[in-house]
C-alpha cells in the first residue's frame, strides 16, 4: 500500500512517445501520476480532458502529469492525438507498476467482474515522496481536486 510521507515507488515506462520515463529523473519537479482503465472510454476522456483543460495551472504549479494505463503506445498516441492531450501518457502493459501502486485489482462494470485498473492518483513531491493519495476519484472533479492536492 502506497502511503502519504513515504516515498514513491520508482519504475520505468514506455511514453506515448517511445521514451523511457523514469520516476526518480523527475525529481526536482512535483509529479501527478494517474492511473485510469482505458484509452478513449468515456470516464478515461472525461478525466484526460479535464487535465488538459486546465494544464496551464498544472504548468504554473511545476508539475509533471503522468497518465498510466495498460493499453499500447499506439493506443496512447491515438488517444492523445484525438484529444490533444499535451501531458505524457505511460503504457503499462503488464500492469507491474499498477500492482506497485496497488491500482490492480477486481472491478465491476455493467454486471461483470474483471481485472483491471483502479482510477487512482498519487501526487509526488519534487523530493519524490507522496504527499497525496487519491482513489476512486471522480474524473469530471479530478483535474480540479489534484491541483488542490497539488497546492496544498
Given at each position: 500500500?502506497?502511503?502519504?510521507?513515504?516515498?514513491?515507488?520508482?519504475?520505468?515506462?514506455?511514453?506515448?512517445?517511445?521514451?523511457?520515463?523514469?520516476?526518480?529523473?523527475?525529481?526536482?519537479?512535483?509529479?501527478?501520476?494517474?492511473?485510469?482503465?482505458?484509452?478513449?472510454?468515456?470516464?478515461?476522456?472525461?478525466?484526460?480532458?479535464?487535465?488538459?483543460?486546465?494544464?496551464?495551472?498544472?504548468?504554473?504549479?511545476?508539475?509533471?502529469?503522468?497518465?498510466?494505463?495498460?493499453?499500447?503506445?499506439?493506443?496512447?498516441?491515438?488517444?492523445?492525438?484525438?484529444?490533444?492531450?499535451?501531458?505524457?501518457?505511460?503504457?503499462?502493459?503488464?500492469?507491474?507498476?499498477?500492482?506497485?501502486?496497488?491500482?490492480?485489482?477486481?472491478?465491476?462494470?455493467?454486471?461483470?467482474?474483471?481485472?483491471?485498473?483502479?482510477?487512482?492518483?498519487?501526487?509526488?513531491?519534487?523530493?519524490?515522496?507522496?504527499?497525496?493519495?487519491?482513489?476512486?476519484?471522480?474524473?469530471?472533479?479530478?483535474?480540479?481536486?489534484v491541483l488542490a492536492a497539488l497546492g496544498s
Amino acid at each position: 500500500m502506497i502511503e502519504e510521507g513515504k516515498p514513491a515507488p520508482d519504475f520505468e515506462l514506455t511514453s506515448d512517445g517511445g521514451e523511457t520515463v523514469k520516476l526518480s529523473a523527475l525529481r526536482g519537479k512535483p509529479v501527478v501520476l494517474y492511473f485510469y482503465p482505458k484509452d478513449d472510454t468515456p470516464g478515461c476522456t472525461t478525466q484526460a480532458c479535464g487535465i488538459r483543460d486546465a494544464y496551464g495551472e498544472f504548468e504554473q504549479a511545476g508539475a509533471v502529469v503522468l497518465g498510466v494505463s495498460p493499453d499500447s503506445e499506439t493506443s496512447h498516441v491515438k488517444f492523445k492525438e484525438k484529444y490533444g492531450l499535451p501531458f505524457t501518457l505511460l503504457a503499462d502493459a503488464d500492469h507491474a507498476v499498477a500492482e506497485l501502486y496497488g491500482v490492480w485489482g477486481e472491478k465491476t462494470f455493467a454486471g461483470k467482474t474483471y481485472l483491471g485498473v483502479n482510477r487512482s492518483t498519487f501526487v509526488i513531491g519534487a523530493d519524490g515522496n507522496v504527499n497525496k493519495v487519491m482513489h476512486d476519484v471522480k474524473p469530471a472533479t479530478h483535474a480540479d481536486d489534484v491541483l488542490a492536492a497539488l497546492g496544498s
